[in-house]
């Protein structure tokens, strides 16, 4: 989505322009709960950058529950990657390494190609140190798909 990129950009004002038009459109087709899932772990992540944490987690929270909707491991696992997030705001490294090693058990695969999972990643092994990241990712990575 070209938000994302905006926002990766740090461009946040270029994002929710980007994001409040993507809304507009999604609003006027079926419902297709993969897209929404995926446009409302963007909108989390972005209002987590802005600040808002109790937007991005109500987001991230909503964000989840339209992606076990679907049924998409890996938009499952994108949004699992937005929780990620929310806990290195919160200052809980190791949670968001855990929750990252889910995110990858949940989608089958360990490399997520997406900027969200790379940047929460690499925020997260700078502080944990990459042994314990690793750790922490493995316990994750190791729970049951009801457990993530």
Same mark, same amino acid.
């Given at each position: 989505?070209?938000?994302?990129?905006?926002?990766?950009?740090?461009?946040?004002?270029? /994002?929710?322009? *980007?994001?409040?038009?993507? %809304?507009?459109?999604?609003? !006027?087709?079926?419902?297709?709960? $993969?897209?929404?899932?995926?446009?409302?772990? !963007?909108?989390?992540?972005?209002?987590? $950058?802005?600040?808002?944490?109790? /937007?991005?987690?109500?987001?991230?929270?909503?964000?989840?529950a339209l992606a076990v909707k679907s049924g998409d491991?890996?938009?499952?696992?994108?949004?699992?990657?937005?929780?990620?997030?929310?806990? #290195?705001?919160?200052?809980?490294?190791?949670?968001? /390494? #855990?929750?990252?090693?889910?995110?990858?058990? #949940?989608?089958?695969? %360990?490399?997520?190609?997406? %900027?969200?999972?790379?940047? #929460? /990643? &690499?925020?997260?092994r700078a502080v944990l140190g990459s042994v314990e990241? !690793?750790?922490? *990712?493995?316990?994750?990575?190791?729970?049951?798909?009801? &457990?993530?």
């Amino acid at each position: 989505m070209r938000g994302d990129f905006a926002r990766a950009d740090g461009d946040l004002e270029t /994002a929710r322009r *980007r994001y409040d038009e993507a %809304v507009r459109l999604l609003r !006027s087709t079926p419902a297709i709960p $993969q897209l929404e899932a995926t446009l409302t772990t !963007s909108l989390g992540m972005l209002a987590g $950058q802005e600040g808002d944490a109790a /937007a991005a987690r109500a987001l991230h929270d909503r964000a989840l529950a339209l992606a076990v909707k679907s049924g998409d491991a890996p938009v499952v696992g994108h949004a699992l990657a937005g929780h990620a997030a929310l806990a #290195v705001h919160e200052g809980d490294h190791a949670r968001a /390494a #855990v929750i990252l090693g889910g995110a990858e058990a #949940v989608r089958g695969f %360990v490399h997520d190609p997406s %900027v969200d999972h790379r940047r #929460v /990643a &690499d925020a997260v092994r700078a502080v944990l140190g990459s042994v314990e990241f !690793s750790r922490c *990712r493995e316990r994750g990575r190791a729970l049951r798909r009801d &457990d993530t």
